[in-house]
């Protein structure tokens, strides 16, 4: 056999899995809900209370099946170290709350997810924490902000919805440069497609809502990184709170073996429907990296193995074409969520940044007419006919 790391495909089956202890010989992970666990011996429940012996104390700390799914999940992004959340805001907030004090200062893009957005514009500035947001496809203008001094980096790539991409390997850079802490939310690439550890990043955030799980049924959040950052989110989490459900856990550990499959499916169907909504008529823009036409098609060739099975792109006539479009779709959820077995559709004003005014959606470039679009693992032909009967009728 040969002593290689397993590929992907290979750790979103087995990774995590031997982790717990085996219980009645079961192959499967259980789902343990006990909340606590009970000790005989007063020296070994102290010494596993303190650290200082594995096991399990109280399921707000840590849990057999949660810690399953963190191992499988830190095995995917090859870091040395990973901990879960109740949620990926959650687990966002969690790394800029642990590690950013008074008086520190951020930098980040204007494009990040909506939720990532109020953090930066209404909650951290409360706690007297400045986040710089810049212009999402202006490299230049994020390291010379980044120069200025920061103690964070956070990046998101490709971003929702309008699928920018960021050079992570030359910002990480320029942060480093000067002592930042850079943070990647992974959510739209998932490890089969993008690896910011290995690009340079130091922590790696998802929304497990999405393609890690992949089947709209948990929600759950993940940060990955070095051991001591890590722990000191784990203890940040441990206080505040918001920990993972197990079986929230169970459904993401389930989801994530079929991760590799799905990511590949979604890649490609994402990517053919792309180019076919290019040549249709009532197609204004398409929003997809693997377009040659994207502007960061290059960035995004060199730093990730696939284009992500998420595009956005505007039709003619705005959100009074939307509204009859939409509905008109057989083959997809009209929801606000993405990164599911099924395509999922919504436009960002009611989804990703229904938190946001118009002014500040507009001010992100996004228009009110846009459509994301998050390719399902269903047959792409049926689904190019699906979107070509409902386009006919504009
Ligand atoms: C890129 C990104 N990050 C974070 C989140 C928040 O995740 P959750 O809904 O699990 O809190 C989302 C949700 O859509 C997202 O798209």
């Not at 440069?177 to 998932?190: K, L, P, Y």
């Not at 079929?258 to 204004?284: C, G, P």
């Amino acid at each position: 056999m040969s002593a290689e790391r397993p590929k992907p495909a290979t750790l979103a089956v087995w990774g995590g899995e031997t982790s717990h202890e085996p219980y009645e010989r079961a192959t499967q992970v259980p789902v343990v809900h006990s909340v606590s666990f009970g000790y005989h011996d007063i020296d070994t429940w102290q010494a596993v209370a303190l650290g200082r012996e594995p096991g399990h104390i109280y399921s707000r700390n840590t849990n057999p099946t949660v810690r399953a799914f963190e191992e499988k999940v830190r095995d995917l992004e090859e870091a040395e170290a990973a901990t879960s959340f109740a949620s990926g805001m959650a687990a966002i907030s969690a790394v800029l709350f642990a590690f950013l004090r008074p008086g520190d200062r951020v930098v980040s893009i204007k494009d990040s997810y909506g939720g990532t957005h109020k953090l930066f514009t209404e909650f951290l500035p409360a706690f007297g924490i400045e986040a710089h947001l810049c212009d999402t496809s202006d490299f230049g203008q994020l390291e010379t902000e980044i120069a200025r001094g920061c103690r964070m980096l956070y990046l998101e790539s490709p971003t929702n919805p309008t699928v920018k991409i960021v050079d992570i390997a030359r910002l990480a850079r320029a942060a480093h440069a000067v002592g930042a802490r850079v943070v990647v939310d992974n959510t739209f690439a998932t490890p089969i497609n993008q690896r910011p550890l290995a690009l340079g990043a130091d922590l790696v955030l998802h929304s497990a809502t999405k393609f890690l799980g992949g089947h709209a049924d948990a929600l759950g959040g993940v940060a990955c990184g070095g051991r001591e950052a890590i722990q000191t989110l784990y203890h940040y989490r441990e206080i505040t709170g918001a920990a993972l459900s197990p079986m929230d856990a169970y459904s993401l550990l389930r989801g994530m073996k079929t991760l590799a499959l799905r990511i590949e499916r979604q890649n490609a169907t994402a990517l053919t429907i792309a180019r076919w909504l290019t040549r249709h008529s009532a197609i204004e823009h398409v929003n997809y990296p693997g377009l040659t036409t994207h502007a960061h098609h290059e960035v995004a060739a060199r730093q990730m193995r696939g284009f992500g099975g998420v595009l956005s792109f505007s039709v003619r006539g705005g959100l009074a074409a939307i509204k009859e479009f939409l509905p008109r779709l057989r083959y997809a959820h009209r929801a606000a969520n993405l990164g599911c077995v099924e395509t999922v559709v919504g436009p960002p004003a009611v989804t990703s940044h229904v938190e946001c005014t118009a002014e500040e959606r507009a001010a992100a470039g996004i228009p009110e007419g846009l459509v994301r679009y998050s390719a399902g693992i269903e047959d792409p032909d049926d689904l190019i006919a699906d979107l070509e009967q409902a386009l006919a009728a504009l």
